[in-house]
């Protein structure tokens, strides 16, 4: 179906209501207007980004020499610490020659050389391939009676050494006394009586790895972000020895520098780990190209399309104006204002022509809890889906407008009969009770809505509008979610609730409240151990009035804020009156006194003036209005709690909160609603759903009431399921305070 207000034209358009005013632009400024920014950018783009890029690519380059300049500077330092320790085997080797193989004062000479010389660990002398002297001796002594030449981890290193007969550097690898080192070793040769080179041991200096690493700068620079590895040659193999990181990988470049030491070839590698600031400073300065490119652009353009865009800006204003003025921004449907000027020419045609039309004015039913409880946000939404599914109900020829908050109104014009406007309430009432997805949650709504005829009972839009207002409202009295036609005895209802509101002020200013109190009774005990304060009107005319003739609509009109101060400081003094020190009183709190942001002040005010002590005093809420605002809720009893006052959850089980939901109050009683104990002894349900109340309140820590007991199987049953505490015309109905007294002074 078309949607009825987007597309249509109504006949009776209003005349003020301006058309749109259209921009016509040539081909050829279009086109120029596209290209020519794009070309711009494009081009301070390309120059942007090679700027960049040398940038970048002169960057690296710098870095490659400084990492080439670090590597070759450390893979000096460990050439010279390797010469310096290994120049030790060629003095060893001098002393063993000089004196024929016979080693007398070995631990003087070594120490000798060992003082003299950096970077030497140990000192060994190996007659034969076994080690017979070491310097310095103490944590070295297993390195004694080691045959190297026998030993399968060092032997092809030796007989390279005796083979080659030089200087070779064999490890690093762990020693038998410990650690890892590298060791040098110089074969000795001595010439025997016939002239032959004999071989006679080594000479072999030991150089502790991590000696060699500190002798470098390599840990410091680990420190710093840079990464390094030291690996020996063999076979075209590298074979890594020591690094700083299982995973060089990450090391944006890796510099490699050859050393050169005997029987072979080391390999220095050091890299540096990508710094995020140099990526960020990259893509900034890419970010920074696109921008000024995005600028350079967007003033081209600007300056281009400043005329054409003024005269849009006109355009789109008076559009917006428009809208403003006729349409709801959140719905898009016809205003109040709009709906006024319709109506009223509606009604002129309507006259004009002796036909009918239908009003109807619809409220959504429980909107605010919707909004307090899922936030304006998804009420908003809420109110979009009404007024699309509105729009999908009626004809073409209807007009559906949002006048306010919650509330919308249609117009039906030429109908045959009220049947029609019938006809579409009913369709309208199944379209909106359709579950509607508002994020996460699926909620329901449903409507009230109140209809009038045209002329029959009203012919202008003033009338016409409270007439359906009226049977609105009647519709909400009748359990909502239904219509109503206007009838005259809506006018008389109106007249009355406004005499209410009169006498109910009057009723505050003469004191005509009284009080009656009902027994709450311990199941332990059979004594009455609190009492609940309850209102009655002695209305000067129609007598004695019990709440609920009058109490929804004090709530309704706000006159429950002042009654409601009035009640609890009465019961605060009137408890007083009594010689009962332990007894408490009840005192219910309405839901909108329990938003009451001066409720705190009046509870105060009452204490005061009685001179009653806070823990005499209880306060109920009933669930409902707990659940309109649970976290404001929850911060106002908080604070009532404060004051030393108890506090009961007043209906529980009525409400659509969940019993998982009592750990966060911060209450001490919790009433069960009459409405589970009245049919108790014959509902099974109602017996399960009781106890597990009963059951869970404990668990909480709660003492748990049961209201409306009535009859002694009633009592019964809940005195089995462990209930605390009751009330009811079991015990008592409300009375006033001496027929009270005398109750207690009886019992």
């Not at 076979?235 to 520098?257: C, L, P, R, V």
Request: hydrophobic residues 40%.
């Amino acid at each position: 179906m078309d949607h009825p207000n987007k597309n249509k034209k109504y006949d009776n358009w209003p005349k003020h209501m301006p058309n749109t005013v259209k921009t016509n632009t040539t081909k050829k400024n279009a086109i120029r207007l596209r290209i020519l920014p794009a070309i711009i950018f494009l081009v301070t783009l390309s120059i942007g980004l090679l700027i960049v890029n040398n940038y970048h690519s002169l960057w690296k380059k710098e870095q490659a020499m400084l990492m080439s300049e670090l590597v070759a500077s450390q893979g000096s330092i460990i050439q010279r610490y390797l010469s310096q320790a290994l120049s030790a085997t060629y003095t060893l080797k001098s002393l063993v020659e000089v004196e024929q193989g016979r080693v007398k004062n070995f631990n003087a000479y070594a120490k000798n050389i060992f003082d003299s010389l950096d970077g030497i660990s140990n000192l060994q002398l190996a007659p034969n391939g076994i080690v017979q002297h070491v310097y310095p001796l103490e944590g070295h002594e297993k390195a004694i009676g080691h045959n190297i030449l026998k030993d399968d981890k060092r032997r092809d290193e030796a007989n390279l050494a005796i083979t080659n007969r030089e200087l070779t550097l064999a490890g690093p690898f762990e020693l038998v006394q410990g650690g890892a080192a590298i060791v040098g070793r110089n074969p000795i040769f001595l010439k025997n009586a016939d002239e032959r080179e004999i071989f006679w041991g080594f000479a072999s200096v030991v150089i502790f790895l991590d000696d060699l690493l500190l002798a470098t700068d390599l840990n410091t620079l680990k420190t710093k972000g840079y990464q390094y590895q030291l690996s020996n040659i063999s076979d075209n193999t590298e074979h890594i020895f020591a690094q700083s990181h299982n995973d060089m990988g990450s090391a944006e470049t890796i510099n490699k520098h050859k050393l050169a030491v005997p029987n072979g070839n080391w390999l220095l590698g050091v890299g540096r780990e990508p710094e995020p600031w140099h990526h960020i400073a990259l893509g900034l300065q890419i970010l920074l190209a696109v921008c000024l490119s995005v600028l350079i652009a967007h003033i081209t353009n600007t300056l281009l399309r400043r005329p054409v865009q003024l005269q849009q800006l006109v355009n789109e204003k008076t559009d917006a104006l428009h809208k403003l003025a006729f349409y709801d921004p959140l719905t898009k449907l016809c205003n109040r204002r709009l709906f006024n000027d319709l109506l009223t020419r509606m009604l002129a045609t309507t006259e004009r022509n002796g036909t009918q039309m239908a009003l109807l004015y619809l409220d959504l039913d429980d909107f605010k809890r919707i909004n307090d409880s899922l936030g304006h946000e998804s009420g908003d939404q809420l109110l979009k889906f009404v007024g699309d599914r509105l729009s999908a109900t009626v004809r073409k020829s209807d007009v559906v407008a949002r006048i306010g908050g919650d509330e919308f109104c249609m117009l039906l014009p030429n109908i045959q009969s009220s049947t029609n406007a019938a006809k579409l309430a009913e369709k309208i009432l199944n379209a909106i009770e359709k579950p509607i997805k508002l994020g996460t949650h699926s909620v329901r709504v449903t409507p009230s809505i109140g209809i009038t005829i045209a002329p029959d009972d009203g012919t202008n839009s003033t009338t016409l509008l409270k007439n359906a207002d009226m049977a609105m409202y009647s519709a909400k009295e009748n359990n909502r979610n239904n219509y109503q036609f206007f009838a005259s005895e809506l006018n008389t209802r109106a007249l009355e609730r406004l005499i209410l509101e009169k006498e109910l002020t009057q009723a505050v200013e003469n004191n005509e409240f009284v009080l009656h109190f009902q027994p709450q009774v311990c199941l332990n005990t059979k004594k009455t151990k609190r009492v609940e304060a309850l209102i009655r009107w002695q209305h000067p005319h129609k007598g004695f009035l019990p709440p609920g003739a009058f109490i929804q609509f004090a709530e309704d009109s706000r006159l429950i804020i002042p009654i409601g101060a009035w009640v609890l400081e009465q019961a605060c003094l009137q408890l007083n009156q009594l010689d009962q020190p332990d007894l408490t009183v009840s005192v219910n709190l309405s839901p909108r006194q329990f938003a009451d942001p001066n409720l705190l002040n009046t509870i105060k005010k009452a204490l005061t003036n009685s001179g009653l002590k806070g823990s005499r005093l209880e306060l109920e809420i009933t669930e409902t209005a707990l659940m309109k605002n649970m976290e404001n809720g929850i911060d106002t009893l908080e604070q009532i709690k404060a004051l030393g006052i108890m506090v009961a959850i007043d209906d529980f089980g009525t409400g659509y909160s969940s019993l998982s939901q009592l750990k966060n109050l911060p209450a001490d009683t919790l009433k069960i609603d009459r409405e589970f104990i009245k049919d108790i002894t014959e509902s099974e349900d109602n017996l399960v759903i009781t106890e597990v109340i009963i059951n869970v309140g404990h668990k909480m820590g709660l003492t748990v009431i049961a209201e409306g007991v009535e009859t002694k199987e009633e009592l019964e049953i809940i005195t089995k399921i462990n209930c605390d505490m009751a009330q009811g015309y079991f015990f008592s109905k409300p009375v006033d305070l001496e027929t009270l007294k005398n109750y207690l002074a009886a019992e």
